[in-house]
């Protein structure tokens, strides 16, 4: 049993400047909590656990994070910000513990009916569902099972590496932002082509050792992020289909120092520590598609980088025991233009803030997720905020605290 968080936000071409909401501050954490973490994870999909405890202000929101897009999606821009500028590289002693696929292809369960009154329901993994929706609580069933073992016999689907000419991405450039300001660790803007301290991967790597067990692992995307690649590529400046999932991690791959790993997945550490911002510019225009699982529904989300390294969908990973995903804004049904924000923490913590954002449908909106001092915070930013190579303290501070922003405490079961 979870419960549900929601908030949105929204993407891409020309700005718009959104105005219905301007952020959402998630306050009330719990200082402690635990959940079961892989001690391995073999191609037989064996996954033995053990209980991990943490604490802190922001925890589990403090280890390791990666970004998520799903499509119909175009990003813009995306950055990374950190009070200690090498602290992607560093490694905590939660750190160790990260794995490595959980692409949370938001096939995060979408909705199995939507009430009229955009009550909309998330479904995952075959077990009960609670949310609070707009004051209303709500139980559903998960059925989604697209992460679970393929039958016997079955063959993986031909999904051969490309070897692209595009060039990789940069490694970060070392910033002093200064005390009490934020430097920028990961870039990516798409009409240079410009991609410095990330890595884009998607679950695209078809293992034949593998895919019977735990489905498709992480791997290389091809610039159109669809694709498996056979080396790291720059995402080109182009439209991401309805459905398709691609993954941003640091550019840092693991070296044993993960924790468990899916085999022949293509491990990178994420982001970790208790002072960060990930920033984004994206449009999320209408597809009209229908008909099938996630059409028409982007989002964009922040998940702990364990799953991401192991299986993002299925019984292998820490996600269910509440490692931490940060919903920043998605679409919960087809063609819906109001956009929501969850917590999906487990027995630790969740939380059901009422209001929505609106989708950048036609232009981009700006968006940052803030980790900051015991809060985890949604900014709609100005359409003239730029990604510069630092963030003042007080600018930080300015978005949490500002009188436009909805305080929300989150759920303690």
């Not at 979408?110 to 479904?123: G, P, S, T, W």
């Not at 993986?156 to 590496?161: V, W």
């Not at 969908?313 to 087809?334: N, P, Q, V």
């Not at 985890?376 to 500002?402: C, D, M, Q, R, W």
Request: net charge neutral; aromatic share 8%; charged share 15%.
């Amino acid at each position: 049993m979870r419960n549900i968080a929601i908030i949105g936000a929204a993407l891409l071409v020309t700005v718009v400047e959104f105005t219905s909401a301007h952020g959402i501050t998630f306050k009330g954490f719990p200082s402690s909590g635990s959940y079961q973490k892989l001690k391995s994870l073999n191609a037989q999909g064996d996954c033995p656990t053990e209980q991990y405890k943490f604490n802190g202000a922001n925890s589990p929101l403090d280890e390791e994070l990666s970004a998520i897009v799903r499509g119909p999606a175009k990003v813009k821009q995306f950055a990374v910000y950190t009070q200690d500028n090498t602290s992607s590289r560093k490694r905590s002693p939660k750190a160790d513990a990260h794995k490595r696929h959980h692409g949370h292809q938001h096939f995060h369960e979408k909705n199995k009916e939507i009430r009229e009154d955009n009550e909309d329901v998330e479904k995952r993994n075959g077990q009960l569902v609670t949310a609070t929706m707009f004051g209303t609580v709500v139980t559903m069933t998960d059925t989604w099972d697209a992460a679970s073992p393929a039958p016997a016999g079955a063959k993986a689907p031909s999904s051969p590496a490309v070897a692209s000419p595009v060039a990789a991405p940069a490694a970060a450039p070392v910033i002093d932002a200064g005390k009490g300001n934020w430097g920028r660790v990961a870039y990516y803007d798409a009409e240079s082509a410009t991609a410095n301290g990330l890595t884009f991967l998607g679950n695209v790597n078809w293992n034949s050792e593998t895919f019977e067990t735990l489905g498709a692992t992480l791997g290389y995307v091809t610039p159109n992020g669809q694709n498996s690649s056979n080396k790291p590529t720059i995402l080109e400046n182009s439209l991401i289909p309805d459905g398709v999932e691609f993954v941003i991690s640091s550019d840092t791959p693991c070296k044993n120092d993960c924790g468990a790993t899916a085999p022949g997945a293509n491990a990178y550490h994420g982001w970790n520590g208790a002072e960060k911002v990930f920033m984004i510019e994206i449009r999320m225009p209408l597809s009209g598609q229908t008909g099938y699982l996630n059409a028409d529904m982007p989002a964009f989300w922040l998940l702990n980088t364990q799953v991401v390294n192991q299986q993002q969908y299925g019984k292998c990973s820490c996600w269910a025991t509440g490692c931490g995903e940060w919903d920043i804004h998605e679409i919960l049904k087809a063609g819906a233009t109001t956009g929501y924000a969850s917590m999906h923490m487990g027995s630790n913590y969740a939380g059901t803030p009422p209001q929505g954002l609106p989708r950048p449908t036609s232009g981009t909106m700006k968006i940052a997720a803030i980790v900051s001092g015991g809060v985890a915070h949604v900014e709609v930013l100005s359409p003239n905020t730029s990604f510069g190579k630092t963030l003042s303290g007080a600018t930080v501070s300015g978005y949490i605290n500002s009188p436009n922003s909805t305080p929300f405490n989150v759920i303690i079961p």
